[in-house]
């Protein structure tokens, strides 16, 4: 079960860092704390227009990593906290989770889905 502090977070928009293994060097895109969903089984779903050189990375390795925060919930040392979130993903191009997510975004080629590992608050 994922944090209720990292579901918290959720409510509040921030920022997103999706981290996976590029050739040589880490590969970053980002996206939106409001763009997330958490499904029962505690799946991450981010909605994908592009992120081709992401997809390319998870075919070769699918471990990725998260960063996502907001100012706005109260960490361990004051305002605002973060969590790192380590999980394996892929690309979800068909099926009705993906025709549900294009209802509020249509822009959506495919789903990245989360499967978390791990998910530990930083600040």
């Given at each position: 079960?994922?944090?209720?502090?990292?579901?918290?977070?959720?409510?509040?928009?921030?920022?997103?860092?999706?981290?996976?293994?590029?050739?040589?060097?880490?590969?970053?895109?980002?996206?939106?704390?409001?763009?997330?969903?958490?499904?029962?089984?505690?799946?991450?779903?981010?909605?994908?227009g592009?992120?081709?050189?992401?997809?390319?990375?998870?075919?070769?390795?699918?471990?990725v990593?998260?960063?996502?925060?907001?100012?706005?919930?109260?960490?361990?040392?004051?305002?605002?906290?973060?969590?790192?979130?380590?999980?394996?993903?892929?690309?979800?191009?068909?099926?009705?989770?993906?025709?549900?997510?294009?209802?509020?975004?249509?822009?959506?080629?495919?789903?990245?889905?989360?499967?978390?590992?791990?998910?530990?608050?930083?600040?």
């Amino acid at each position: 079960m994922l944090p209720e502090k990292l579901l918290e977070v959720l409510k509040h928009e921030g920022v997103v860092s999706i981290v996976t293994q590029g050739k040589q060097e880490p590969h970053v895109v980002n996206t939106w704390n409001s763009y997330i969903k958490i499904t029962d089984d505690d799946r991450i779903l981010i909605p994908a227009g592009f992120m081709s050189e992401t997809e390319s990375n998870l075919e070769k390795n699918n471990k990725v990593q998260l960063t996502l925060g907001s100012k706005e919930v109260q960490g361990t040392q004051g305002p605002g906290t973060g969590f790192l979130v380590v999980g394996t993903a892929s690309f979800v191009k068909e099926g009705d989770e993906l025709q549900d997510l294009k209802q509020n975004f249509p822009w959506a080629r495919a789903i990245l889905q989360v499967k978390v590992n791990s998910a530990e608050q930083k600040i």
